[in-house]
């Protein structure tokens, strides 16, 4: 099981790549949005206040 799952972790991982430009894009944009959205958020509402 352990090995199934890795396979398709690693399948759908470099596929979507390919396959699922969506997916990746999502994968991208909340990995590169998060940390930036924290500290971007923080100040807004301390600017706002």
Not at 7 to 23: E, I, M
Request: hydrophobic share 20%; glycine share 0%.
């Amino acid at each position: 099981m352990d090995n199934a799952r890795i396979d398709l972790r690693s399948k759908y991982y470099v596929k979507p790549k390919a396959d699922h430009p969506w997916l990746t894009r999502r994968t991208q944009s909340h990995q590169q949005v998060k940390p930036p959205k924290l500290p971007k958020k923080k100040p807004d509402p301390d600017k706002k206040d």
